[in-house]
C-alpha cells in the first residue's frame, strides 16, 4: 500500500462510520436483514427518515454481501430521502453517510472520491463544532443505536447506551426516544422474565415516547403486550382499538396486535391478522413464526379434549410444521422457529430430522443469549425425555437451562422436570445419589442453600467418592456459615 493510501486509511478510521463500528458478519443474518430492509423500502415503514435509513443499512449490507456498485446506489438514494425529510437540518444527519461512501470510494479503488467524502465530513463537523474534538453530535449517535438495533440482537445493549447519550443532548428527541423505547422493549423480550413488571423500563420508556408521539401505532401496540403482562388488560383493549384505527396495515402492527389477541386465546382473531399480514411482507419469518403458535395452540387445545380428534391434531400440526419450516427458510439463524419445528418432528416420530434441526439451532445459539439459550435447551431436554427416550441427555440439557439467569417460563420449567425425574428415581430407589445430587442443584439454583446442602449431604451417603456433591456441600457449608 502507498504512503498515501495508507495516510487516508488512517484518516478514514476516525470517521463515524458503520464501517468503524465494528459490526461483525458472524453476528448478522445478511440475507434476513437483506429481505427485511427490502420490505421496510417497499412498503415505506417507520417515521420520519426510516426509509433513509433503510436505504443506508441495505447498502451496508450489500457491501457485505460483495455488491459494492448496489452499496454506491443505495447509499445516494438514502441521501436523497434525508435531505427530502430534514431539509435544512439534514447536514448533521449525513455525517455518517458521507463516512461510509468515504469508505465504499476507498474500498472500489477511488481514493480521490474518498478523500472528498473524507473532507465532506470535515467541513459538516467544522459548520457544526459538537463542543470537543471526541464529542459526538446527538444526530450520530441516534445513527448509531438505529444501526445497533436494526443489524443484530447481540448489538441491543448498545443500541440501548447510543439512544440514552443522544438523549442526554436531545431530551425530546421523538425519533431517539422511540428508538430507545424499541431497544428496551426488545432486551425484555428476550430475557423472557416469567412475569413482567408494570414499572419495567420498556413500558416506561414506550409511555415517554407516546407522549411525545401519541400517534405512533406500533410504539401502541409494543406497550399493549407489555400492559397485558402486567394483567392491565383494560388499558391494553382501548391501546389495541387505537392502534389498529391508526395503522391497519403495518406489518408491525399486525404483528404485535396478533400476539396480543393469541395470549388473550383469541387464536381465529390473531390467524385473521396475521394473514392479512402475510399478504403486505409475504417474507417475515416473524409472522410464520406467529402463525405456527397458533395453529400450535389449536392443536393442545384439541388434545385436552377427553376424547379427542386425532386428525385434528394432525391438520393444526402439519399447519405449524408448513409456517415453522417457511420461517426457517426465510431465516436460517431463528433458533427458536428451529427448535418449535424440532419438537413437531419428534412428535411425528421423525427423529433424525428433529435432531438435524437441534443441531442446526445449537450452530446458531449466541451463548451471550440466555434467553434464547434456556429455551433451546428446555425443548431439547423435552425432546430426549419425551421422544428420544435418553433421559440422562434431557437431564443434561435441563441443568444447562437451569443454571443460566434469568429466571425465565422455561427456566422453571427445567427446574420442575429435574425435580420430577429426581423424584420418580427416588421413588424406586431411595438411595439414588444422582437423584439427590439434581435436587441439590435445582435447590442451589433456586437460592435455597440450606436446603441445597442437605440434598447433597444425602448424595454423598449414597455416592461417598462423588467430588462433585463434596465439592458443591463444602462451597454451601463456606456460604451459610
Known sequence: M???????????????SRFTWDLKTEDMDLENLSTRLQDHIELKLGQ???????????AYVRYLQGRTEEAESLLSQSEEKTREYYHEESELRLIVMYGDLAWLKYHRGDYTQSQNYYKRVQDVLLKFPAGSTTALHP?????????YLKFSRSYYHKAVDCFRRALELQPDDSEWNAGLAISLYRIESDAKQSQDSEESPATNQLRRALDINPDDAVLMSMLVLKLAGSQ??????????????????????????????????????????LKQGLKRTSQSAFIHHQL???YLKKK????SRKPFNNQKVKQWRHQSIQHLEEAVKIKASFVLALVDLALLYGEEKNLSRAEELFQLGLQKLSES??????????RYGDFHLYHNRKEEKAIDHYTQGVLLPPRTWEWKLCAKKLKRIAEQRLSTDENNGQAYGLLGLVAKAEGNKKKAAEFYEKALDCDKDNDTYLSELCELRMELQ
Request: aromatic content about 8%; charged content about 25%; some cysteine.
Open 232 to 273: 392491565n388488560h383494560q388499558e391494553a383493549e382501548g391501546l389495541v382499538e387505537r392502534a389498529l384505527k391508526l395503522d391497519p396495515d403495518n406489518p408491525h402492527v399486525t404483528r404485535y396486535i396478533a400476539k396480543y389477541f393469541r395470549h388473550q386465546g383469541e387464536v381465529e382473531r390473531s390467524i385473521d391478522l
Open 2 to 16: 502507498s504512503d498515501c493510501c495508507s495516510a487516508l486509511s488512517m484518516q478514514l478510521q476516525q470517521l463515524q
Open 48 to 58: 420520519r427518515g426510516a426509509l433513509a435509513r433503510s436505504y443506508s443499512f441495505l
Open 292 to 294: 405456527a403458535l397458533c
Open 139 to 147: 444526530e450520530v449517535f441516534g445513527e448509531k443505536a438505529w444501526t
Open 369 to 378: 443469549d440466555n434467553g434464547i439459550c434456556q429455551i433451546f435447551h428446555q
Open 300 to 303: 393442545t387445545a384439541e388434545q
